[in-house]
């Protein structure tokens, strides 16, 4: 009673491979890459139960709820892991054949996939990476300007350049007329990006007081409000992690590790998780710098080893992912609530 199917979404259409579990039939087209498309597609099946995997890609979103509009339910597959179990084999890549094998996974229940968040997590988390979206065209606007003033020979540019003595000591510079128009819209662009970002983050700081998974992450010292509310919308449910080595994983802060018969080496970071959750783990990492941190003597021991400040501040970042799932899961269901307005 149950078709078992794979989407391969592309911006115009949608390649899929359906099996018949109780007959046996296989059913293969594409459909336009619409909602009204996918809807229509699901219901051909009435009284069926219907399930459907698709990779956790650009359009997963309105292909997700259209199958779910229709009864059908939607199988977000991880990408990298779903690639991964194909074997380093070179073999045909084609949109029927990944369909296909997104089919064959889900069938013997070998699919990697992703979690799908509440419609209130993900928006959270949507605002969460436009917020670091927004940071990140910033920091390019001021890199941008660095390199101007390199490039003409500029020395003892003060590191602040968005304040005002900084914006002072670039005013008074004698620059040709191309260099000062750059740096000029430069400073434009970087306040127009201020100026959605001081909005944005104020409501971001409201949500993660008010909400109970972020209040718990708080409690921890370096999770603030910002970083607490990218680390919970990023891990999500954490009752679906076996152990907080997972967690560690989804961020992609692992160290990859070589073994063959007696040999072993030690490589580098996976970075195969959420670059989000891994950018929020290691600012809130960056506080084990502080005396008054419960972190500092591991950090300071680390050093002591040979660290460098970035690995042994990737080390601190591991523990507070570990830490993190543990009061997450302790949580339970709570974690993720909405706010209530009151």
Not at 69 to 74: E, F, K, L, S, Y
Request: proline share 4%; charged share 30%.
């Amino acid at each position: 009673m149950t078709i078992v199917a794979g989407f391969d979404v592309h911006r115009r259409q949608i390649t899929f491979d359906a099996l018949d579990t109780d007959t046996g039939e296989l059913m293969r087209g594409r459909i336009d890459a619409t909602p009204s498309a996918v809807e229509r597609w699901a219901a051909r099946f009435e009284d069926r139960e219907v399930q459907v995997a698709l990779e956790a890609c650009t359009g997963w979103l309105f292909v997700s709820r259209a199958l779910e509009r229709a009864g059908a339910v939607p199988h977000l597959a991880e990408p990298v892991e779903t690639h991964a179990l194909r074997g380093r084999k070179r073999r045909a890549k084609t949109d029927r054949e990944d369909a296909r094998w997104l089919r064959t996974l889900l069938a013997e229940k070998r699919l990697p996939e992703s979690w799908i968040p509440p419609e209130h997590v993900r928006e959270w988390r949507s605002r969460a990476r436009l917020r670091k979206t927004l940071i990140d065209e910033r920091t390019q606007w001021l890199a941008r300007i660095q390199a101007t003033l390199f490039h003409h020979g500029v020395a003892g540019a003060p590191a602040e350049l968005r304040s005002g003595p900084g914006r002072e000591f670039l005013e008074e510079l004698e620059l040709p007329a191309d260099a000062r128009e750059r740096i000029a819209i430069a400073l434009a662009m970087i306040d127009s990006l201020e100026g959605q970002l001081r909005p944005l983050e104020a409501e971001l700081r409201k949500l993660a007081r008010r909400q109970t998974g972020c209040r718990a992450l708080m409690a921890q010292f370096g999770m603030g409000e910002l970083t607490s509310l990218m680390t919970l919308t990023e891990l999500g449910d954490v009752q679906r992690l076996s152990a907080s080595r997972k967690a560690v994983r989804m961020a992609g802060i692992d160290i990859g590790v070589h073994r063959s018969d007696r040999r072993s080496r030690v490589g580098k970071l996976n970075r195969q998780g959420s670059p989000h959750l891994r950018w929020a783990l290691y600012e809130a990492a960056l506080s084990a710098t502080r005396p008054r941190s419960p972190d500092h003597e591991d950090y300071l021991a680390l050093k002591a080893r040979g660290l460098s400040h970035t690995r042994a501040s990737l080390t601190i970042a591991r523990k507070l992912a570990r830490r993190s799932f543990h009061i997450l899961r302790e949580l339970g269901p709570a974690a993720l609530e909405p706010i209530t307005t009151t």
